[in-house]
């Protein structure tokens, strides 16, 4: 039992760290955080380009939100942002 109180004590203690370096953001399933969503996405993809994975999740959340389909839409768009943070963007041709 002491154990698993001494994971959970660095657990918060790794989290509040964190929290001090990012500010909070609140979201909901709006079409304003579809847009913001999209916006990120499209000045990664212009600056370091994005994976080809994360290039259709990006157009699949972006037809979603646009259909109506609010809550699936941001559910690509992460999908999307998560892959293009964590893999290694390609290289764009002819620049």
Known sequence: MMRFGM??????????VDAR??????????PAYC????????????????PARA????????NLCEDGDISGGITALRKAMILSLHAAPERKTGH
């Open 55 to 62: 290039r259709a999740l990006t157009r699949a959340g972006e």
């Open 21 to 30: 370096h990012a500010p909070v953001q609140i979201t909901t399933d709006t």
């Open 35 to 50: 847009a913001t969503l999209q916006t990120r996405l499209h000045e990664r993809e212009k600056h370091q380009g994005l």
């Open 7 to 16: 994971l959970v004590s660095a657990a918060f203690s790794v989290a509040a």
